[in-house]
């Protein structure tokens, strides 16, 4: 009955855990040190000497989104506020960026970096607050409900916008240091990667997930839920307007438009993506969906009747995986490959009806289309059809890591024996 | 000692008297039974004492402070802690980890701590999952610590949910229909298990129930409601022979 005992009289303390303070703060520093590090190299070797000011900036865009969707992550995949309003805490922060630098940035006489870190302070400032805003009506509001207003803020914000006349209006708006820091995005990034790790780490953030899970049950455990749902919307919105702070200097010019409603969408669909609740799921389809329409610009060189029959095989292979999914296999192995025989098919398949296309050269030279003309069919088909394959997301709730691979396939071999 | 006290406690829904006027003491270290017909205010009344609900008049104390003005997240806090009738896990966490956040209640760090993970959060963590895990042990949950709590049998979700009211240190603790659906080994254990959480270790329970049996040895007092009135209370054999009683659950001779 001991163990029992300690357990239901309260605070007893007869569990002191040890922890190695200097170890503990020594993998502390050297993770430290070697984020800064990363920042610093990737900003390093993204000079021109290097890659191109395209590539360079491919890498700043990885980096805005890899924020704006762990960020989101926190709101609604871990404390379950469905936002779908993300992009009005990042024009904030690109608008306040870009007052603050009209206003201010002539008579201060403050080198570029450092400015750039004071805007993305103001930013996220800004943003939090909005965020605390909008936070607010969370507490009344669920599910679709929440999304509708968040919706409508996003909108508020850029019309607003469109309407300043000192922010440029719908004209938009320059901006003077015109700098593309990628050691400053980054940084931002891992600092939001690092605080979501963290509070998953600790007990803290089961209370963040208990209101994602059942708010009913959550209060009656004495979670705090009308706290943790305003923070949640504060770090959440401030990541957004520090990345929106950065944005606007990189290219030096912002108008209202750019900040439509799509773009939260697009933030939204990362976070669904890579699964709800999954710091590394978010990061990967961040980077995943920001890249791809980038990649698919160079698809000139592919013939229409090439992207006909690879359409036709995707949309195949992709209908037969999900059949070999649901259908029931005693053996994980037997699933893996009547997947890859249907991968195999399809490849077969598209090669047959390259080979026929190529019969009728008309075809084939008078394509009515180019490839890159496409690239966003191809990007929404991409899409549909992860969503198919795996409606939970790449990542589901899990988070990427050894244990979690060890464990992946530890079942995987249990299952086959 | 009185541990919680109704005194004419009464809420309405528009027209409609859901609890009415209804008393009752709870003394320290007893198992007290809730028991009347489907709809009679049994759960309504849970949900008076939790701050979901405001009465609309009348009191309801708990050691001697009012719980009329505390607000529903403050309640466990206080030392009153609940199970529901339809189970309400926090489906996708693991079984450890819904007890935990029942810890989290007592926990010693701030979030700040948490969020750039000084050691104070790290420590706390380590303590409310040692607790938790020591929960565990005395619902016998120990061998699916790590299972999500969706993937559990129902008797095991069931002890679950008391785990985790456990885990906030209630001095009272509140169980909605805890053999729901239980089979009857299921049962007999619940019931051993309630009974040590009072002896053992000095809870104060009140408990809803429809299983007859399992009120009528578990509680040294019932008080029966029908259609939100307190029609009886006492002990379960006075209780089983009032009149009132049998005609609230058999209805009455028409002769």
Redesign the interface.
């Known amino acids: 009955m001991t163990t029992g005992e300690s357990a239901i009289t309260p605070q007893t303390g007869g569990f002191v855990p040890k922890l190695n303070l200097g170890m503990f703060f020594g993998v502390r520093t050297v993770s430290i040190l070697a984020t800064v590090l990363f920042c610093v190299g990737i900003d390093f070797f993204s000079g021109p000497q290097f890659m191109s000011r395209y590539a360079a900036g491919l890498i700043f865009l990885c980096g805005t989104y890899v924020a704006l969707s762990v960020s989101l992550n926190l709101i609604n995949g871990i404390t379950g506020q469905f936002s779908i309003g993300h992009f009005a805490f990042f024009q904030i922060g690109a608008y306040t960026a870009a007052g603050c630098s009209k206003a201010f940035y002539a008579t201060m006489h403050l080198p570029t970096l450092e400015w750039l870190v004071l805007m993305a302070i103001a930013g996220s400032i800004t943003a939090a607050i909005a965020g605390f805003v909008v936070g607010l009506p969370s507490l009344r509001l669920r599910g679709d409900y929440l999304a509708i207003v968040t919706l409508g803020f996003g909108e508020i914000i850029r019309i607003a916008t469109e309407n300043i006349t000192y922010l440029g209006g719908s004209k938009g708006i320059d901006i003077t240091p015109h700098y593309q820091s990628i050691a400053l995005i980054m940084l931002l990034a891992v600092g939001c990667i690092a605080l979501s790790r963290n509070l998953l780490k600790t007990a803290f953030g089961l209370g963040f997930l208990a209101v994602r899970e059942d708010e009913v049950a959550a209060v009656a455990m004495g979670v705090n839920v009308t706290r943790i749902k305003v923070l949640a919307f504060i770090i959440g919105s401030a990541f957004a307007g520090a990345a929106g702070a950065l944005y606007a200097h990189k290219y030096g010019f912002i108008i209202p438009d750019q900040f439509k409603m799509d773009g939260s969408f697009i933030v939204l669909t990362m976070v669904i993506l890579g699964g709800t609740g999954s710091v590394t799921g978010s990061i990967l389809a961040a980077i995943i969906l920001t890249l791809l329409p980038e990649l698919l610009r160079d698809l000139h060189n592919v013939s229409f009747g090439g992207l006909i029959a690879t359409a036709l095989m995707v949309l195949v292979a992709t209908f037969g995986i999900k059949r070999v999914i649901d259908t029931h296999f005693d053996l994980l192995k037997m699933k893996w490959l009547s997947a890859l025989g249907v991968l195999a098919a399809c490849v077969i398949g598209e090669i047959i009806i390259k080979m026929l296309l190529d019969l009728f050269p008309h075809v084939r030279t008078h394509a009515p289309i180019d490839g890159a003309q496409l690239r966003m069919v191809i990007y929404a088909a991409t899409l549909v059809i992860v969503m198919l394959l795996r409606p939970q997301g790449m990542f589901a709730h899990h988070e990427f890591s050894w244990t979690w691979v060890k464990k992946v396939l530890h079942s995987k071999t249990a299952v086959k024996s | 000692m009185t541990v919680l006290e109704l005194d004419d406690a009464s809420i309405k829904f528009g027209g409609l008297i859901a609890v009415n006027k209804v008393s009752f003491q709870v003394n320290e270290g007893q198992i007290f039974g809730l028991i009347g017909p489907n709809g009679a205010g049994k759960t309504t009344c849970f949900n008076l004492i939790?701050g979901?609900y405001k009465p609309t008049s009348g009191s309801i104390t708990f050691l001697g402070k009012s719980l009329s003005d505390v607000h529903?997240?403050?309640?466990?806090?206080l030392g009153i802690?609940?199970t529901?009738q339809n189970i309400?896990?926090?489906?996708?966490?693991s079984v450890v980890?819904n007890v935990?956040?029942?810890?989290?209640?007592?926990?010693k760090?701030s979030?700040p701590s948490?969020?750039?993970?000084l050691?104070s959060?790290?420590?706390?963590?380590?303590?409310?999952?040692?607790?938790a895990l020591?929960?565990l042990?005395?619902l016998d949950l120990t061998d699916v610590a790590d299972v999500r709590s969706k993937d559990l049998p129902y008797g095991k979700q069931r002890r679950l949910e008391i785990a985790?009211?456990?885990?906030?240190?209630p001095k009272l603790l509140l169980l909605d229909e805890p053999a729901a659906g239980m089979n009857p080994n299921e049962k007999v254990d619940l019931m051993n298990t309630v009974k040590r959480?009072r002896d053992?270790?000095g809870?104060t329970i009140l408990v809803i129930e429809h299983d007859m049996k399992f009120v009528m040895n578990l509680c040294e007092n019932i008080s029966v409601l029908d259609h939100g009135e307190k029609i009886a209370e006492g002990l379960p054999q006075e209780v089983r022979s009032n009149p009132k009683v049998i005609s609230a659950y058999l209805g009455e001779s028409t002769n």
């Open positions: 939790t979901v529903t997240d403050k309640i466990a806090g802690a609940r529901f309400r896990l926090f489906s996708s966490l980890e935990m956040v029942g810890g989290l209640l007592r926990r760090s979030l948490a969020l750039i993970y050691p959060s790290v420590t706390d963590t380590a303590q409310i999952r040692h607790r020591e929960l042990e005395v985790r009211a456990l885990a906030t240190d959480l053992d270790f809870k």
